[in-house]
């Protein structure tokens, strides 16, 4: 496919594969021109970094956000369990 | 650190200390990237288990909280490579075809992306946002949904990541593109859609 050829779907997935890698420069090319004309495929654009932004954020959030999520009272027993099981073994 | 020091002068003797301290943050970290309570428990202790067994060797660099979730971080990793094993290649071919619904034969949009006009940052400290976000993440077909999650989540590089699944480069940009593709449409269907009906009565 011609570089100024490019169609939507080709371009989505360009835009997605640029967040993972350097493209060459006629895709770079090919992408850049369709963007400047595509209302939508730069919504898409938008839309990916927003998810990329979103991801980070639950990634950080993870750690201390949710406090209500806790192991139980059980598995916390039979962790503690298995751990005096392993220090016994490696005595 | 002095009191993390002084807990941790003997851990040998209280293993229980390192599960009251740092066990539900452990949880929390894998219950996020792996979605199943049973699997994030097993990996709480598989972390206590291997932190036990190379505790000579931790030298104090970092905190004991880094040091176990990057234990923890690697045992996710394990998870999904064995994951990998286990799945069959083809969920790189499904929701194929509700992927090609989104576009024309000639490839161009039939279902066109809306304006989402959002700070994810603002959006983020919704309760019901993050319970979108879960619902699509945990939506994602098995191999699609471990490439995103060691990629955006995890922060892995593709290299690794193809490695970790097994598979092609070119079938790791297709996973990752699959995956970014179903998130945004259904965040999109799952919270947009409403918000914007929201803000235009």
């Given at each position: 496919m011609k570089p100024w050829m490019f169609n939507c779907k080709k371009v989505t997935q360009l835009l997605s594969e640029s967040l993972d890698r350097n493209?060459?420069?006629?895709?770079?090319?090919?992408?850049?021109?369709h963007l400047m004309m595509c209302k939508f495929c730069s919504r898409y654009k938008e839309q990916l970094l927003f998810l990329r932004k979103t991801a980070r954020l639950y990634s950080e959030s993870s750690e201390d956000s949710d406090l209500s999520i806790q192991l139980s009272s059980e598995v916390g027993q039979r962790i503690k369990e298995s751990m005096v099981r392993f220090l016994k073994k490696h005595e | 650190m002095n009191k993390q020091r002084s807990i941790l002068n003997n851990p040998i003797e209280n293993p229980e200390k390192w599960v009251d301290l740092y066990g539900d943050y452990l949880y929390r970290f894998a219950l996020y990237r792996v979605y199943e309570t049973t699997v994030a428990e097993d990996l709480v202790q598989e972390t206590f288990l291997a932190?036990?067994?190379?505790?000579?060797?931790?030298?104090?660099?970092?905190?004991?909280?880094?040091?176990?979730?990057?234990?923890l971080k690697n045992k996710i990793i394990d998870h999904f490579r064995k994951q990998a094993k286990e799945q069959q290649m083809n969920?790189?071919?499904?929701?194929?075809?509700?992927?090609?619904?989104?576009?024309?034969?000639?490839?161009?949009?039939?279902?066109?992306?809306?304006?989402?006009?959002?700070?994810?940052?603002?959006?983020?400290?919704?309760?019901?946002?993050?319970?979108?976000?879960?619902?699509c993440l945990t939506g994602l077909p098995g191999r699609q949904a471990s490439a995103f999650i060691l990629r955006e989540i995890v922060g892995e590089n593709t290299k690794e990541i193809c490695k970790i699944l097994d598979v092609s480069t070119t079938n790791c940009w297709v996973l990752l593109h699959r995956a970014r593709m179903y998130l945004r449409r259904c965040l999109e269907i799952n919270w947009f859609a409403n918000v914007n009906v929201r803000e235009s009565i």
């Open positions: 493209l060459p420069l006629y895709q770079r090319m090919g992408m850049r021109i | 932190a036990l067994g190379s505790f000579k060797n931790f030298q104090y660099r970092s905190s004991i909280k880094t040091w176990l979730t990057g234990i969920d790189i071919e499904s929701n194929i075809n509700k992927l090609e619904d989104l576009f024309d034969q000639n490839g161009h949009w039939k279902i066109k992306p809306a304006n989402w006009n959002a700070d994810p940052q603002k959006l983020y400290d919704q309760k019901e946002f993050i319970k979108v976000i879960h619902k």
